[in-house]
């Protein structure tokens, strides 16, 4: 059953996962722009809570791609981890980011695995 996919299913977890590291992104944004105005630790700042606000959408989407699928979340999950890590990389390159190829393939290795282990877990927990 691994080449069953639901699109729904994935397109619900990219939409979960992109308002979820809006949000988490935002909110970060918010405390950490009243905690220091050196402009060094607000760049660390900001680099740590982009890579946590990522991983947390990747999650989310994750979950909620694990939950509406009918088989195998855990394919779902992936699907919808490299799907984030695919819009990332799109607004990379348009943006002019000068990521090297192997980050970049780190980038979606991490996405597959972390949003396969959030599928799994939201296809047990329906």
């Known amino acids: 059953m691994l080449g069953v996919i639901r699109l729904g299913a ?11 590291s809006a949000a988490v ?3 970060g944004l918010v405390i950490t722009q009243g ?5 060094a630790a607000n760049r660390q700042s900001a ?6 606000a990522l991983l947390t959408g990747i999650a989310a989407g994750g979950v909620m791609a694990g939950r509406l699928a009918p088989v195998n979340g855990r394919f779902h999950g992936s699907v919808t981890g490299l799907g984030m890590a ?7 390159r348009f943006s002019g980011s000068p990521a090297p190829t192997s980050q970049v393939l780190l ?16 296809g047990r927990h329906r």
């Open 86 to 92: 695919g819009l990332v990389i799109v607004i990379a």
């Open 25 to 27: 992104y935002l909110i």
């Open 47 to 52: 680099g740590a809570l982009l890579t946590l």
């Open 107 to 122: 980038l979606a290795v991490i996405a597959a695995l972390v949003g396969g282990a959030a599928g799994w877990w939201g």
């Open 35 to 39: 905690e220091s105005t050196i402009r």
């Open 10 to 20: 994935v397109l619900t977890g990219l939409a979960a996962g992109s308002f979820t």
